[in-house]
């Protein structure tokens, strides 16, 4: 068990204090020197020191960083992408069918570069302060994240923490790769990883044109057992924003519940569900559960939602990488990127 916030503060200063005290360079096993040393040779180094403003403060890096670590969702794949190994990034806890830390798309990126698994900060019990210390990090991002404020007064004693610009768990995959790369010098890289995205989803939903200009919705999870209540995340976080890519659009109920609230989920009443009727797909997490879908269909309320009657909903698997599918990050876009659409095309069939 880790040990609560209010104590990690005067371990995480014990780490530092002792890291100050040996000086040492010795390089952290997990960083591949080649990748790294590469990337940092490169890039906006005269971009610093630079400032970056954020939800959370304001954030001066002073220098160019070598050594770069990460925490909560995501966070790694923009520098991976762009040839900088983290010193230390949050290992996968959704989605990770072999249960190595690592999804797909991360082993292969690390394959390419011939590094080395970093090391990988286990978040079940949250951040793990006195494990990223230990990584001796020049910059911590966190651009995609829910840290709260302790969490980034507690960071920021280790090194300078770039945290999400708006609102937690609500950065737009392109926003991810613009803070993220920006604090660590590769700006530009950034603008070309972006537009190198946006071409392959455009090649993509090319292939799928009934997906252009139905409405979709996002359910979370739900429980098999009581289905009296339905939660879809809103217009403010990534999974609905994403189907904007691909061609979809966000219905007018989703819309109206988002307005005034900057929470990412709500939930509806099944006695509410009338309120669905404008949504043509549904997609959402359960796929894994065999009877979910069919007590979905059975139910007395919700069978009575349009999309759920005429089959157009497709819930994607929680225990494969399929599952990451509908929360777009930097790797994992173009690696799903086709069965995900295939399968919302499949229900954008039934729409008619």
């Avoid at 949250?126 to 990584?135: L, N, P, Q, S, Y």
């Avoid at 252009?212 to 339905?230: L, Y």
């Avoid at 009575?304 to 009657?309: C, E, F, G, L």
């Avoid at 173009?334 to 069939?349: M, N, P, T």
Wanted: aromatic share 6%; with cysteine.
């Amino acid at each position: 068990m880790k040990r609560p916030p209010s104590l990690r503060i005067f371990a995480v200063a014990a780490v530092l204090l002792g890291l100050t005290a040996c000086g040492s360079t010795t390089e952290t096993a997990g960083q591949s020197a080649s990748p790294s040393t590469a990337a940092s040779t490169g890039g906006a180094s005269n971009a610093f020191p630079m400032t970056i403003k954020h939800a959370l403060g304001t954030t001066t890096i002073e220098a160019k960083p070598e050594r770069v670590a990460t925490v909560n969702w995501a966070n790694h794949e923009a520098p991976l992408a762009l040839g900088v190994v983290p010193v230390g990034m949050a290992a996968a806890n959704f989605g990770d069918d072999d249960k190595d830390g690592l999804l797909p798309w991360v082993s292969q990126r690390l394959k390419e570069l011939n590094a080395k698994t970093p090391v990988l900060f286990d978040e079940t019990d949250g951040i793990d302060f006195e494990a990223v210390a230990d990584t001796r990090p020049d910059v911590i991002l966190a651009a995609y994240s829910g840290l709260t404020k302790q969490d980034y007064d507690t960071l920021s004693q280790i090194a300078p923490v770039v945290a999400y610009p708006d609102a937690a768990w609500a950065t737009p995959w392109r926003e991810i790769i613009k803070l993220n790369s920006k604090a660590i010098g590769l700006a530009a890289e950034g603008d070309k990883l972006i537009s190198d995205i946006e071409g392959d989803i455009q090649e993509v939903v090319a292939k799928y044109p009934q997906l252009k200009g139905k409405s979709a919705m996002f359910m979370t999870h739900v429980d098999p057992n009581d289905v009296s209540e339905i939660g879809f995340y809103t217009s403010h976080d990534t999974r609905t924003l994403f189907f904007e890519d691909l061609g979809l659009t966000i219905p007018g109920s989703i819309a109206e519940a988002s307005k005034g609230t900057e929470k990412f989920a709500l939930s509806r009443s099944a006695e509410q569900i009338d309120v669905f009727d404008d949504v043509d797909i549904i997609t959402g997490y359960g796929g894994d559960n065999a009877s979910l879908l069919e007590k979905i269909r059975k139910d007395p309320l919700l069978s009575k939602i349009p999309a759920v009657k005429r089959g157009s909903i497709y819930l994607l698997p929680d225990s494969k990488p399929l599952g990451t599918a509908a929360n777009p990050t930097p790797l994992s876009i173009s690696w799903v990127l086709e069965d995900y659409a295939k399968a919302l095309a499949e229900a954008a069939d039934k729409v008619k």
